[in-house]
């Protein structure tokens, strides 16, 4: 076996690119060049990338984009960056951006954890959310869930000084899970007090799939962590 497959790193997702309209398809082909970021750019300017200096938000694994839409229209004067693999999502969002004349969200449809340590200035970031993750609910699956403690430092170096990590999970072991490597973390609070979930915030969007959740009777856990170091 080649060394480097043998220590590849093993991904928190697999690409499900399900089936593109022919919206999607078309926004994806007319927008994505305008608003889309890949790993080739390198680094990111993000007064350049944004044409403006203002604070930034990343969103990790935006689903359909409609909580990352919502987020951007409710602060206009923020810029707001998000990422995911799944390209018809990527397309239903650039969609509606292009229909609701929405212009401070740009679009990455790399992995999160080489956008994160190969884009992201360190301390250049706000605030990163990370809502509804995949829970990898079989316990043989756990090592695939994305927040483990390498994940949460390599945020911790994204965030300025008070800067606010935000999670959110509809799966209980999963939030247990968050809760219980974020305690454990060097640099970061949680404003809530130790071991205490947080109330969902009025500024997190309410989406589809989380009310399709509550309606099956899951409950949502949310998550809120500061950099303090």
Request: hydrophobic share 40%; proline share 6%; aromatic share 8%.
């Given at each position: 076996?080649?060394?480097q497959?043998?220590?590849?790193?093993i991904?928190?997702?697999?690409?499900r690119?399900?089936?593109?309209?022919?919206?999607?398809?078309?926004?994806?082909?007319?927008?994505?060049?305008?608003?889309?970021?890949s790993?080739?750019?390198?680094?990111?300017?993000?007064?350049?990338?944004?044409?403006?200096?203002?604070?930034?938000?990343?969103?990790i694994?935006?689903?359909?984009?409609d909580?990352?839409l919502?987020?951007a229209?409710?602060?206009?004067?923020?810029?707001?960056?998000?990422?995911?693999?799944?390209?018809p999502?990527?397309?239903?969002?650039?969609?509606?951006?292009?229909?609701?004349?929405?212009?401070?969200?740009?679009?990455?449809?790399?992995?999160?954890?080489?956008?994160?340590?190969?884009?992201i200035?360190?301390?250049?970031?706000?605030?990163?959310?990370?809502?509804?993750?995949?829970?990898?609910?079989?316990?043989?699956?756990?090592?695939?869930?994305?927040?483990?403690?390498?994940?949460?430092?390599?945020?911790?170096?994204?965030?300025?000084?008070?800067?606010?990590?935000?999670?959110?999970?509809?799966?209980?072991?999963y939030?247990?899970?968050?809760?219980a490597?974020?305690?454990?973390?060097?640099?970061?609070?949680n404003?809530?007090?130790?071991?205490?979930?947080?109330?969902?915030?009025?500024?997190?969007?309410r989406?589809?799939?989380?009310?399709?959740?509550?309606?099956?009777?899951?409950?949502?856990?949310?998550?809120?962590?500061?950099?303090?170091?």
């Amino acid at each position: 076996m080649p060394q480097q497959e043998k220590h590849r790193r093993i991904r928190s997702f697999v690409r499900r690119e399900g089936r593109l309209t022919k919206a999607q398809q078309r926004a994806l082909d007319e927008w994505l060049p305008r608003y889309g970021v890949s790993l080739a750019d390198g680094e990111l300017d993000f007064a350049r990338l944004f044409g403006r200096e203002a604070p930034v938000t990343l969103e990790i694994g935006f689903g359909n984009g409609d909580a990352l839409l919502a987020m951007a229209q409710a602060r206009p004067q923020e810029n707001f960056l998000g990422i995911e693999v799944h390209r018809p999502g990527v397309g239903n969002l650039l969609r509606k951006m292009a229909a609701e004349a929405v212009t401070n969200i740009r679009v990455s449809t790399d992995d999160a954890v080489e956008v994160l340590a190969r884009q992201i200035p360190d301390a250049g970031l706000r605030r990163v959310c990370l809502f509804f993750p995949d829970p990898w609910h079989k316990k043989r699956h756990h090592k695939r869930r994305i927040v483990q403690p390498d994940f949460v430092q390599l945020v911790r170096r994204k965030l300025e000084i008070g800067g606010e990590f935000h999670l959110a999970t509809d799966w209980e072991d999963y939030a247990q899970h968050m809760l219980a490597v974020l305690e454990a973390a060097d640099g970061f609070e949680n404003p809530s007090g130790k071991g205490a979930f947080a109330p969902r915030p009025d500024w997190r969007p309410r989406t589809r799939f989380e009310a399709r959740g509550e309606r099956l009777g899951h409950g949502v856990w949310d998550l809120h962590f500061r950099r303090t170091a």
